[in-house]
């Protein structure tokens, strides 16, 4: 690749990067900046494998509770993938949702939980780690944001939407909530509870860069470069 179109890229990269810090990034130009990442790595066409410079990738979930977001994410760090879960953290720090601590003070303690994990995020990514978000995204706004994550680290997103029919979920949550005061991924809801959030969650559309996930953990395995085989021993992750 010649100086003038490295230059160039570099330009064009920088354009990106800050139309996405001041959140006018046009929806879809996530995946320009991811390109030229790659470009800019050396990853070209009809360049030897050895010769390549492998881009992390970040797995983002957009799904309400009771899609199966962790099942799938335990099952992408059965492979190796590092794990990141804001609702275990909370539970770590805080305890039970509505016994430990009140409903109505949840975001207000899971905020500095997500800037830590963004943070966590952030550091792996740069230091060539895959990683999996074990959080439900629901707004366009909070996915532009997480992906803005991603790709300032030098990474790859991949947004998956996860939709499932109301009352397969509510059959999941009403199997887990015996367990709510002993597992951090057992957050107890009601049925009303899961109607009134399926009310403020807005699916991704066709103009936002997103897969949707077809019930198959392999499928995105094989999306980022992984076999069906898992890894023989996963480390467990740091407690921050």
């Known amino acids: 690749m010649d100086d003038d179109l490295t230059n160039f890229l570099e330009q064009r990269l920088e354009q ?9 990034l ?6 320009e900046i991811a390109r030229i990442g790659d470009t800019l790595a050396c990853r070209l066409p009809g360049m030897k494998e050895h010769m390549r410079v492998r881009v992390p990738r970040c ?4 799904a309400l509770p ?7 994410s ?5 492979h190796g993938i590092v794990r990141l879960c804001p609702d275990e953290e909370m539970f ?3 305890g039970q949702y509505g016994v430990d601590f009140p409903r109505g003070a949840f975001k207000v303690r899971e905020r500095p939980v997500l800037d830590d994990l963004a943070a966590e995020l952030h550091e792996l990514l740069t230091a060539g780690k895959d990683i999996v978000f074990d959080h439900g995204l629901w707004t366009p706004e909070e996915r532009l944001q997480w992906r803005t994550l991603v790709t300032e680290a030098g990474a790859e997103p991949l947004m998956l939407y996860m939709p499932v029919p109301h009352h397969e979920r509510w059959n999941r949550i009403k199997a887990r909530n015996a367990k709510a005061h002993v597992d951090a991924n057992s957050i107890s809801f009601s049925e009303e509870d899961l109607l009134r959030y399926a009310g403020r969650f807005i699916p991704p559309v066709n103009g936002e860069p997103h897969v949707v996930y077809d019930g198959h953990p392999e499928s995105v395995l094989r999306a980022l470069g992984y076999d069906d085989t898992p890894a023989a021993a996963p480390r467990p992750r740091r407690a921050g």
């Open 16 to 24: 990106l990067l800050r139309a996405q810090r001041l959140g006018i």
């Open 26 to 31: 046009p929806p879809g130009d996530d995946y």
């Open 59 to 62: 797995v983002l979930l957009s």
């Open 66 to 72: 009771g899609a199966g977001k962790t099942t799938l």
């Open 74 to 78: 335990m099952t992408l760090a059965a």
């Open 92 to 94: 770590r720090r805080h």
